[in-house]
T-cell receptor, first 109, second 114 residues
């Protein structure tokens, strides 16, 4: 059973659109949740942590649903510079982080 | 800002060669990690270390070893490189005792084994 699952995309959206990604995870004991962003041929960088109460950072909103074991990322007013791969990251129990394979976003003019 | 550096951005080696990939972090982080990233497979954990001289196997340790003689430096060793080890190798570090804190990544080393 895959531990962190994401739709690989690509999601093709026009500038200004709102786009949402979901990610499911298999371990109900997970405590740490993150969204990372990875640009083409670059290293992953933290976009935001995901808290139980949900959190917002500018145009980005992350939510956690423990009962259904999924997290989401909402991007409002998409910019060309948002084009990247978004990695869902979850810890499995008390161990290290597990990275999803990523969802590719392409924002077009 | 946390800085994680890796010794090479690109490396080309021949089958059977011994390969050393070096990673250095400057934020006094306790934990360091080595991943490889391949198209369609995502990031996979090779080895990690939570203290000097301590190492733990990740999900795909076969064909690799590691060394952590100093807190800031974590080396990945391919004892006898093979073509299926051609990949992007990413080093990361994190602070604290928990292994599931936010990780900071180096720029990666793209290794090609001929």
């Amino acid at each position: 059973r895959k531990e962190v699952e994401q739709d690989p995309g690509p999601f093709n959206v026009p500038e200004g659109a709102t786009v949402a990604f979901n990610c499911t995870y298999s371990n109900s004991a997970s405590q740490s949740f993150f969204w990372y962003r990875q640009d083409c041929r670059k290293e992953p960088k933290l976009l935001m942590s995901v808290y139980s109460s949900g959190n917002e950072d500018g145009r980005f909103t992350a939510q956690l649903n423990r009962a259904s074991q999924y997290i989401s990322l909402l991007i409002r007013d998409s910019k060309l510079s948002d084009s990247a791969t978004y990695l869902c990251v979850v810890n499995m129990g008390y161990s290290t982080l597990t990275f999803g394979k990523g969802t590719m976003l392409l924002v077009s003019p | 800002d946390v800085k994680v550096t890796q010794s090479s951005r690109y490396l080309v080696k021949r089958t059977g060669e011994k390969v050393f990939l070096e990673c250095v972090q400057d934020m006094d982080h306790e934990n360091m990690f080595w991943y490889r990233q391949d198209p369609g497979l995502g990031l996979r954990l090779i080895y990690f270390s939570y203290d000097v001289k301590m190492k733990e196997k990740g999900d795909i340790p076969e064909g690799y070893s590691v060394s952590r003689e100093k807190k800031e430096r974590f080396s990945l060793i391919l004892e006898s490189a093979s073509t299926n080890q051609t990949s992007m190798y990413l080093c990361a570090s994190s602070s604290g005792r928990a292994l599931y804190n936010e990780q900071f990544f180096g720029p990666g080393t793209r290794l090609t084994v001929l």
